[in-house]
C-alpha cells in the first residue's frame, strides 16, 4: 500500500489550538472532565507521531525496531517496562505488529498497536466509571 509523504502531507487543521477555552466557574469544576476532544487532531497526532519516529534511521515509510523501541520509549513511558525483560517485551510487541514479516512496522501494521492500545484504554475508564 503506498503511503504518501506523510510528514509533509498537507493537512488542513482546523482551529483546533485556537478553540475559546471557557472560563471556568470554580464552583462546578467537573470531575475528571476530558480535554476538548477533536477525533480529527486525534488522527492527525497520530500520523505526525508515526511520520516523526519512521525515517530517522530508515525509510520514512515504517518504523524500524529500533524505531519503534524510540517511539514507545518517549510516547508510552513504561509500556515496555510490565514485568518481564524489556528486550523480550521489545521483541514481542515488535512481532506481533510486524504481520508480513518483512522486520519493519508499516503505518497500517502500527495501527494495531493504536487500536489496541485504545480498547484497552477504553475498557479502563469504562470500569473506572463503573465503580
Ligand atoms: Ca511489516
Redesign the pocket.
Known sequence: MAYGPVAEAPVAYGPVADAPVAEAPEAEAPVAEAPVANLKSAIVMIIHVFARYAGTHSSGR?LSKEELRVLLEKELPGFLESGEDKDDAMEKVFRSL?????A???FQ?FLLLVAGLLAACHKHFQEEGAS
Not at 98 to 102: A, G, H, M, V
Open positions: 515504517s510486524d504481520t508480513n514479516e518483512d519493519t512496522v508499516s501494521e
